[in-house]
């Protein structure tokens, strides 16, 4: 069974910046159609910021970067810039299916546990 693990998060001040990593193990991140990282804040739904085809949500586009490791088999999230607002849960998440549809619209198979961001004023 595949399994994603994500690290890297933590607390950090507005402005600063944080890196996001995610370890797919059991498989390679080169066999995912989409790539993705969501976010959830506490009584919100979970939203995506940032997609493997270049796409990003408006609120972290130019600050936000989502890169692949095909050595390491891990996918990054790079933050810069952080906002208050960027404080939530993220999660990265993988699928496979050929044909589901853009990337931002389809629903993903595989689902890392999360890790927490905060980010103070």
């Known amino acids: 069974q595949a399994q994603l693990v994500e690290s890297g998060g933590g607390s950090v001040e507005a402005g600063g910046s944080l890196k996001l990593s995610c370890k797919f193990h059991?498989?390679?991140?080169?066999?995912?159609?989409?790539l993705a990282w969501f976010r959830q804040a506490p009584g919100k739904r979970r939203v995506g910021v940032a997609y493997?085809?270049?796409m990003y949500a408006d609120s972290v586009r130019g600050r936000f970067t989502l890169t692949l490791d095909h050595r390491e088999n891990t996918v990054n999230l790079q933050m810069d810039n952080v906002k208050p607002e960027d404080s939530a849960m993220y999660y990265c998440?993988?699928?496979?299916?050929?044909?589901?549809?853009?990337?931002?619209?389809?629903?993903?198979?595989?689902w890392g546990q999360g890790t927490q961001v905060t980010v103070s004023s």
């Open positions: 998440a993988a699928d496979l299916k050929i044909g589901g549809g853009s990337c931002r619209a389809r629903e993903y198979d595989y």
């Open positions: 059991r498989l390679y991140i080169a066999s995912a159609v989409c």
């Open positions: 493997g085809d270049g």
